[in-house]
């Protein structure tokens, strides 16, 4: 039940669904199945608001929305241009932790 009467709020419990039957359980259950088979199983859930998400701005939601599927490639690839504190932070935090597992196999 929507806890005010913002639309974010209102539309929490719908995004919250979809987003779990979509990708989090999918996701959570793949990761279950291959931490059976490897111990090298990383995941990463992604909360950094960002006024460049390209989905947002094509279904005309506000930062308030974000983040929204697809909004982690802009963080690891320069495509949003110029970036605030927190948000080149996290870039370059992300970047390292892919490069490390592309190098070594972990974070």
Known sequence: HPRDDTDLEKNQPLMDLFSDVTFISPDQKS??????????????????????????????LGQEYTPIHGDDLGFLMDVYGQKGDQESSLSNHMVKYWTNFAKFGHP
């Open 31 to 60: 990761v279950e199945l291959m931490s059976k088979y490897s111990r090298h199983v990383f995941n990463y859930y992604l909360t950094q608001q960002t006024e460049h998400s390209f989905l947002s701005k094509a279904l005309k």
